[in-house]
């Protein structure tokens, strides 16, 4: 797939003061992806390589450092990643601690943290069990959103985040129905001022799929495949909004690591390896002794 960044336009949408707000907050932090998104490795760019996975990057500088961990996502508590990264973090001794995917809850076990979350479940319960702070990689929701909807339609967005959710769910151990979780997650996006229109709710999801996602005949049995942002195959819309949005992810990740790691913090962070690849050039420049 060849490098599908727009240029971010100048759109405000007309949704009342708070809309606007976030749209004027996404587009400098657009203004500043359109300065320093030459910093980052291009789409284009990573097609073309090949690296190992889990990718390891460390950098220190005295007392303060990046410890980043670029994982594959899983969800089974034997594997050898699991230990890698607890393995790594009493290595390392971090002060602070970072997590993708959001804000998840710390479970008490291994087998639940890992089972119900993965990565992002042991990267809490290990910050949990150690005292460590530990917060979220991601930008606030609502902002990226915000971002979002000046490229795509709201509802376009909104089953781009509901469907993102169900490979991960397929792989989890967690017991809960899929459509329990499908109509807590939606109730969740619908607070969203720009998500407040369809789907509404489980019942609309399928008919929401056949506008956005016709390719797929059942929308409940989409793959990763649909949420890579540089596939070998274009699947549909899901592919070029995966594209904007990791973008758009990777220049927040990149200045909140940067920030931390300026402070004198010892920074353990989880996160796929694509992301820690794509993120490398601008992190050494930042952060390696000079």
Same mark, same amino acid.
């Given at each position: 797939m060849k490098n599908t960044k727009p240029t971010p336009s100048l759109f405000f949408p007309e949704s009342g003061l708070i809309s606007l707000l976030l749209a004027c907050l996404s587009i400098s932090l657009a203004s500043c992806g359109?300065?320093? $998104?030459?910093?980052?490795?291009?789409?284009?760019?990573?097609?073309?390589? /090949?690296?190992?996975?889990?990718?390891?990057l460390r950098l220190e500088q005295g007392e303060r450092g990046l410890l980043y961990f670029g994982a594959r996502h899983?969800?089974?508590?034997?594997?050898?990643?699991?230990?890698?990264?607890? %393995?790594?973090?009493?290595?390392?001794?971090?002060?602070?601690?970072?997590n993708e995917g959001g804000n998840p809850p710390v479970l008490a076990t291994r087998e639940e943290a890992v089972g119900r979350i993965g990565e992002p479940g042991w990267?809490?319960?290990?910050? #949990?069990? /150690?005292? &460590?702070? &530990?917060? $979220?990689?991601?930008?606030?929701?609502?902002v990226e959103?915000?971002?979002?909807? =000046?490229?795509?339609?709201?509802?376009?967005v909104k089953?781009?985040?509901?469907? %993102?959710?169900?490979?991960?769910? =397929?792989?989890? %151990? /967690?017991p809960r129905p899929l459509a329990d979780r499908l109509e807590n997650m939606i109730g969740g996006l619908s607070l969203i001022q720009e998500l407040a229109g369809a789907p509404r709710d489980?019942?609309?999801?399928?008919? $929401?799929? &056949?506008?956005?996602?016709?390719?797929?005949?059942?929308?409940?049995?989409?793959?990763?495949?649909?949420?890579?942002? &540089?596939?070998?195959?274009?699947?549909?819309?899901?592919?070029?909004?995966s594209a904007e949005a990791s973008w758009f992810r990777d220049l927040?990740?990149?200045?909140?690591?940067i920030d931390r790691v300026r402070r004198g913090e010892r920074v353990f962070a989880v996160?796929?390896?694509?992301?820690?690849?794509?993120?490398? %050039?601008?992190?050494?420049? #930042?952060?390696?002794?000079?």
């Open positions: 359109r300065e320093t $998104s030459h910093r980052l490795m291009t789409f284009q760019e990573y097609r073309e390589i /090949d690296h190992p996975v889990p990718y390891i899983v969800f089974d508590p034997a594997d050898p990643q699991i230990d890698a990264i607890e %393995r790594m973090w009493e290595e390392f001794h971090p002060t602070v601690a970072f990267v809490r319960f290990l910050a #949990a069990r /150690d005292g &460590v702070p &530990v917060f $979220s990689l991601e930008p606030e929701r609502e959103t915000a971002h979002l909807v =000046r490229r795509f339609t709201p509802e376009e089953v781009f985040y509901i469907l %993102r959710q169900i490979p991960q769910w =397929r792989n989890s %151990r /967690d489980y019942g609309e999801l399928a008919e $929401s799929c &056949v506008r956005v996602v016709p390719e797929i005949p059942d929308c409940l049995a989409i793959t990763r495949e649909w949420f890579d942002p &540089v596939p070998d195959v274009r699947k549909g819309i899901t592919n070029d909004i927040h990740m990149l200045d909140l690591l996160v796929g390896a694509s992301h820690v690849v794509m993120q490398e %050039r601008p992190l050494r420049r #930042a952060l390696e002794p000079k």
